[in-house]
Nanobody, 121 residues
Framework: VQLVESGGGLVQPGGSLRLSCAAT????????MRWYRQAPGKRRELVAS?????????????YYVDSVKGRFVISRDNGKNTVYLQMNSLTPEDTALYYC??????????WGQGTQVTVSS
């Protein structure tokens, strides 16, 4: 399993970023994909989740933590084995290291390197 996150950076409050996560080593379409974040001194937090193709067919829906609803959009491209997180109207509270992972986790205790998002003026 390999997960490679990218797209982070420094952005001013109110700005936007689009994160990408390229996944290999498992059957991407069979798994839900999730974005998490971890701010300094805080626990890792689930930000958004998008169901697998099969789960979508049975009515599973996308999940967002309340603090990002209406601002973030998760999407996936099964042809590219990639999941995205479009982040708009960013605030300093969104500053964190952002990770993706599949669910259920295909390889226990494995996480990618993450991508740093810093929102600051």
């Amino acid at each position: 399993v390999q997960l490679v996150e990218s797209g982070g950076g420094l952005v001013q409050p109110g700005g936007s970023l689009r994160l990408s996560c390229a996944a290999t080593g498992f059957t991407f379409t069979n798994y839900a994909m999730r974005w998490y974040r971890q701010a300094p001194g805080k626990r890792r937090e689930l930000v958004a989740s998008i169901p697998s193709t099969l789960s979508s067919a049975y009515g599973s829906s996308i999940y967002y933590v309340d603090s990002v609803k209406g601002r973030f959009v998760i999407s996936r491209d099964n042809g590219k084995n990639t999941v995205y997180l479009q982040m708009n109207s960013l605030t300093p509270e969104d500053t964190a290291l952002y990770y993706c992972n599949a669910f259920p986790v295909p390889q226990p205790d494995y996480w990618g390197q993450g991508t740093q998002v810093t929102v600051s003026s």
